[in-house]
C-alpha cells in the first residue's frame, strides 16, 4: 500500500512540473486567471524578439530570467522523480514484482 501511496504522489508531482512547464489547460480553458508558466515566458519571448533589432528590453530580460528559473525548478523537480520511480524501481524488482523497460 506503501509503494501505491508513493506511486501516486510521483504523478501529482509530474502533473505539478507539466502545469509550470505548459501552464494550466484545465483552468485557462475556463477562463480563470492561471500562474505563468515556462511554455508562456518563452512564447513571449520570441514573439517580442521577432521584429526587434535592438537591445533586449527590460521586459525580454525578465522573460529570461523568469523563464530559466522556471526550468531549473522543473529540472530539480524531475531529477528527484526520476531517483523516487529508481528507487520505486529497485523495490520491485526486489519484491519479484514483473517489471518492464
Do not use: C, Y
Request: aromatic share 4%.
Amino acid at each position: 500500500m506503501e509503494d501505491l501511496s508513493t506511486a501516486r504522489s510521483l504523478d501529482v508531482q509530474l502533473k505539478e512540473v507539466g502545469v509550470l512547464l505548459k501552464g494550466d489547460a484545465t483552468r485557462s480553458k475556463r477562463e480563470f486567471e492561471t500562474a505563468p508558466s515556462a511554455q508562456d515566458a518563452v512564447g513571449l519571448l520570441a514573439w517580442g524578439a521577432f521584429n526587434h533589432r535592438g537591445a533586449p528590453t527590460g521586459t525580454m530580460k525578465q522573460l529570461k530570467e523568469d523563464a530559466e528559473a522556471m526550468l531549473a525548478d522543473a529540472e530539480k523537480a524531475l531529477a528527484e522523480i526520476n531517483e523516487a520511480m529508481d528507487a520505486l524501481e529497485a523495490k520491485a524488482v526486489e519484491q519479484g514484482v514483473p517489471f518492464w523497460d
